[in-house]
């Protein structure tokens, strides 16, 4: 009797187990939490019911499986998005485009390998992987100068710029002829659909008037009477109830510096748990284990990006520990399913071609590129643990990243973003627009690099975690774009006046003194 009483309750939490595997985790956990309530002398039959109806609130369980259907509906909306044959790309010739970026980066990587004889992998001693164990903190200090002077990067923006403006549709072809002076100004030349202004007005609203509650305070970050500061405030309140809904709504006004951990991982839905901490360090010790080839690629990029930062390079070893712990953890091929792009794959040796052999390299699917650290560089304000910074830094970049170097159709995607920026600079600048042309510069060659990199590097850091608070709010990269038009719109003035490419480029140079709040009010509010 006993024992049908408890399956019977644990049945309201069966939902759960349609979520996946933290889904059936979280199932497990509440029925062993609703057993011991039922089965505790002070239960009895009749009164069932009301006891675990209140104990489910009061415990805290109700927020959780809201959490878990919230984070599982928007992965099915991500799937159910994509082309019902394949979650990958619909359309055949981005797919062929993508396929033949993939075969460039795989040549490159392969024909350095060749020139300098160095492995794909290799299992290191034991002594050796006793030392790297031993100074797994401090590997910046141990990095071999002169040979990773004889590295050089798989690809840069510009390679990877020039694959995505020669995408073309070969089924396309225009009603009536357009005029040479014409064709050439935009370096898109894809039809997709993008946001108008003001379906871009509606969809950011809360930007317009996010200045009056947090603007000034969310720009500072340390503001001397936090604990009255009414948006901080309500920001402590959505960190007690633990709802992920509220935080991401909350994130689109801005975060306190303060509170931003937290509201971050609540919207990621990670974890401070000890499930987090063991991954990492089994990670860790795959790293310790194994000499990779994209290691070298990995030491190469921080020493040649974030040590030269004067904003980062203080964080060099905690950048090591993550992003060689990142090439090894093979749940971030998981993400492959969804996007335009696909893991490439290594033969073990003598099996060349025999697809039984074949195995991912490396291990996570991910290639490094030059500037690939400044993705994970600004989160190390916000994260001093490398367990957390590792899973927070996983979630940004399967979500949002990845989509910012693979070519494909999607709306968040880098041709969609490059499309909605070249879109928003001729209907809204288009004296602008048309003077960059005359001089020779195409504007989308320096907001390209700006959105690649999701402006990491270009903005001061706090602005650019201003910036994430709203791709992670929004739950969009668009605003990439919107702010990209915003800078060359606020820069207007300047460009006209200049009569060459060069002098264009250093009025863009620098942008560090810019406000990312401010200008994104600027561009789609101010009339």
Partial sequence: MAERRQNEICEAATISWHLGRSGRKLYLEMKKDLRELVSSSNVVLSDVKKCVQPHLKSSGWGIKVQNAVYQQMKRRIEVENSNPESCKEPLAFFQKAQASWEKKVLKSIN???????????????????????SKFSTLGSECDMAELNKIRP??????????????????????????????????IKIHLKVKTVSELRSFFKETEHCGSQCGSFDAEGNSKDMDDNEWYKLGKRVIEKGSCPAAQQYAKSGCPSGLRRHIWCLILDVGDNEENKIYFEQLKSYVCTYDLLVDTLIKKDVKSTATNDDQYFVFEDLLYQVLLAFTRDTAVLKHFDQTSASPPRSYIRGKLGVYEY???????????FHGFAMYAAPLCYIYENPSRLYHVFRELYTRYFSRLHSISSHPQGIVSLCLLFETLLQSQEPGLFYHLRQIGMHPLKTAFNWMFYAFSGYL???????????????????????????????????????????????????????????LLQRSLFLE
């Fill in 111 to 133: 024909s350095m390998c060749t020139e300098l004889s160095l492995p794909l992998a290799r299992k290191r001693s034991t002594t050796e992987q006793a030392a790297v164990s």
């Fill in 154 to 187: 798989v690809y840069s923006t510009l390679d990877f710029m020039e694959a995505v403006v020669n995408v073309k549709n070969p089924n396309y072809s225009p009603l009536r002829k357009l005029p040479s002076s014409v064709k050439g100004w935009g370096q």
């Fill in 358 to 368: 074949a195995v991912f390299y490396p291990p996570n699917g991910i290639i490094p």
């Fill in 460 to 518: 001061e850091s706090e602005q650019v975690l201003i910036l994430w608070d709203r791709v992670l709010g929004y739950d969009s990269l668009e605003i990439l774009a919107v702010l990209a038009h915003s800078i060359i719109a606020f820069r207007g003035k300047n460009l006209l006046g200049v009569t060459s490419v060069q002098g264009a480029e250093a009025v863009l140079n620098d942008i560090t003194d810019i406000k990312v709040v401010p």
